[in-house]
């Protein structure tokens, strides 16, 4: 081989070198693996503003765990989970985070709660080589990751992403009945952004432009001025980027006025708390959703099961809480599972990557991440409280 044709090769190689996968390079723990347990840690709302959240998610957590270690666990190890109060709180998540990596060794972060708690923790879990697995919060953070950043390969989200989910439902509703006047109240956080965000680009995109747009900040429980500006403005729906208390607050001072406009939620508000508090003032709300929430008395099979033994062990009936955090860890024990008895950080990530799909009880659409972003799908449906119950309105959405 002539000289230059060396040259040329090793320049080549050299250049492959410099432009290998970020996946190629991404540090993935293996603390918290031995040969008789996994270590996994979550932090929720325990005592803060979504407690109504966190305390179900992490029964639902618990229960899961129970029943798979009554197994024999995942190929003989048995799954333990530390569990912190984050009291939806960034910099009580930060600490949280910490003291779970350098202290608890843990493998994995399963579950964690809230947009803005996640964002502010999820460096510490990347630096550490940890994995963040299916968070409870749909913010586009949890999936999408930059290919020059490898460690943010470690993040996967099986729930519907708010902005998708957004807009399925908006423009569903919006043809349907004719809305020609939107408008939105929202949380001022990442969640609330994004919530805002598929709110403007489903708008944009059907030549609409919105009525009105409101925020309050986190925590809020006064929403008169925001209601009596969006009725001010002529709304004729309202979008909520809400939790449970800010969605009945803001229908019920809609209520007081006399205003009587039609109101849809984001994922957040689809949960049993809010027919079940909110009563008549929230009567035909209409809510984006990924599953159908069941009930006891008209369940059949395993979630029939699954319903009376949620209840038979924690004393209150499940809810859409409590079927997100049982699946958090159904999901990721299925995941690990597939990486096999010879379990490493390095096999769960690509078992995760693996495109094999996992299927739950509650016919979720199936888990299965995507190859450009770790989004497991974005399959919508919208459903509305009726006569205090939710009943599905529309199935298999999509923008």
Known sequence: MSKSLKALGLAIGALALTHLPAAAQTKVTNEGISPTE?????????SGPIKVWGVPVSNGMKMAIEEINAAGGINGRKLRMILEDNGYDPKRAVLASQKMVERDKIFAMVGPMGSPTVLAAQDVLFDAGVLQLFPLTAAEFTFKFDPSKPQERLKFNNLLPYVES????????????????????HQDDEYGKNVLD??????EAMKVQPASITSYKRGASDFSAQVAKMKSDGCDLVLLGTVIRETIGAMTEARKLGWDVTFLGATPTNVLEVPTLGKEAVEGLYAASGFEIPYEDTAKGKVKDWLANYKKMFGTDANTQAIIGYNAIETFAYYVNKAGKDLTGQKVLEALE????????????????????????????????????????????SF
């Open 198 to 203: 598929g709110f403007n680009q489903q708008l």
């Open 38 to 46: 996994i270590v996994i840690g979550t932090h929720q709302d325990l």
């Open 354 to 397: 693996s495109g094999d799909k996992f299927l739950d009880i509650f016919n979720s659409p199936p888990t299965k991440f995507s190859t450009t972003d770790h989004l497991a799908n974005t399959i919508t449906q919208v459903q509305q409280i009726q006569n205090g119950r939710w009943v599905l309105v529309r199935d298999s959405l």
């Open 166 to 185: 957004t807009r399925a439902a908006l423009k569903f509703l919006m043809q349907a009945k004719d809305f020609k006047k939107p408008c939105i109240m």
